[in-house]
């Protein structure tokens, strides 16, 4: 069975990889011959307006899944002609704009924190001062790694926001006091079968995602289960999907959905029995989805911007390195390093030297 993928980045390279033992081929279409997914995957490479180039690449798949929510949604329903798309367009479409999905989770009943529409500097004033200008400014459409954002603390930072800034659709968000942040990944068959990973705890620098840490072992974990049933119940969801969530008392709101395999999932790959990565593919080639089961408390570790080196980390007992092949360039998620659990020594120390190198 032929699995195809729109992008060739790290998702769809650990995709392509997790789909190997189960014999499952992929099919990358992508704009650039020179990515990560180049070594285990075959890729088409094209332009995504470039309808021929789209048609050639669906009619050698079986199935088409992506790895970005960036993808314009006329793309995803051309290639519905074709073969089958999963997560559907609807799901893509409401999960690429910020306030329609936050408009989505309100519907569902999911809490999410303030925000509102933002259309001209005077809507922006006013609404500021609704939050206490303690808000962050976000681009509604294409934003990742804490991108097209601008955070709000004081009115003083409303003149830093640009005339041109404002002629994108914006979205303004109260700023939570978040205790922790956690997220929730789960995969569903196209029968609806739900299987959820244990919920995990996220720290992110300067809006990027940094260290994830599962089991998160918190009392709000059966709560972001019954959010993410009721999501992928709403979507008729098949694949993998994430809910980010901040943590404030006992209140779990919603940040963001990302349809697709999450980087706060990867610890799955050394620390879960099935991974997120072979539970989409299972998902996509219609196998049974495996087990989501913790097999030891994970840590993962983001490097960004640069890679330290692999003797150093390997060296740390209970690492796994992940290495994506992109060239190094600032804020850029080169690899990231599993950190397995055996007793608390190894895993206190495993950890505190993986801060250091990482520093
Ligand atoms: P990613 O692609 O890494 O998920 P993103 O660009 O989609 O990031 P967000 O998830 O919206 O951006 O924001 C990145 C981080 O910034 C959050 O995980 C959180 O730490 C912080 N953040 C974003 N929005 C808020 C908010 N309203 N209140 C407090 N912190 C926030
Ligand atoms: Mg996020």
């Known amino acids: 069975m032929k699995i195809g993928i729109l992008g060739a980045g790290q998702l769809a390279r650990m995709l392509a990889l997790a789909g190997h033992p189960l014999g499952l081929e992929t099919v990358c279409f992508t704009e650039l011959a020179m990515v990560p997914a180049a070594c285990c995957a075959k890729l088409v490479v094209g332009r995504f307006d470039d309808q021929s180039a789209l048609q050639h690449f669906a009619q050698q798949v079986d199935v088409i899944t992506f790895e970005n929510e960036n993808i314009d949604v006329n793309v995803v329903e051309f290639l519905s002609g074709y073969c089958p798309v999963y997560p559907t367009s609807a799901a893509l479409a409401l999960t690429q704009d910020r306030l329609l999905e936050k408009q989505l989770l309100q519907q569902l009943e999911i809490p999410v924190g303030r925000c509102c529409a933002i259309h001209s500097l005077a809507e922006l004033e006013k609404n500021s001062a609704a939050f206490n200008h303690d808000a962050i400014l976000k681009t509604r459409r294409f934003g990742y790694d804490g991108k097209g954002q601008w955070r709000i ?35 569903r068959s196209l029968q609806g079968q739900i299987k959820f990973y244990p919920l995990t705890k ?158």
């Open 202 to 359: 996220n720290v992110h620098h300067q809006g990027i995602l940094k260290i994830s840490v599962a089991p998160a072992n918190s009392p709000l974990e059966n709560l972001a289960r019954d959010y993410m049933a009721r999501l992928l119940t709403h979507f008729n969801y098949v694949g993998v999907l994430a809910i980010e969530f901040f943590c404030k008392g006992e209140q779990l709101l919603a940040n963001e959905i990302a349809p697709r395999v999450h980087n706060s999932g990867h610890w799955t790959q050394n620390g879960a029995v099935t991974s997120q990565f072979e539970n989409h593919m299972r998902a996509m080639a219609q196998l049974p989805l495996g087990e989501t089961t913790l097999l030891a408390k994970t840590a993962m570790f983001n490097c960004i911007g640069s890679e330290p080196l692999m003797t150093d980390v390997l060296q740390i007992p209970y690492t796994h390195y992940h290495h994506y092949g992109k060239e190094a360039r600032a804020l850029r998620k080169l690899a990231h390093i599993n950190l397995t659990y055996q007793d608390d020594q190894q895993f206190e120390r495993g950890y505190q030297q993986l801060i250091d190198l990482l520093a």
């Open 153 to 187: 603390r004081s009115l003083d930072d409303l003149a830093k926001i640009k005339s041109a800034d404002l002629q994108e659709p914006l979205i303004l968000e109260e700023f939570i006091p978040f205790d922790e942040e956690v997220s929730m990944i789960a995969v």
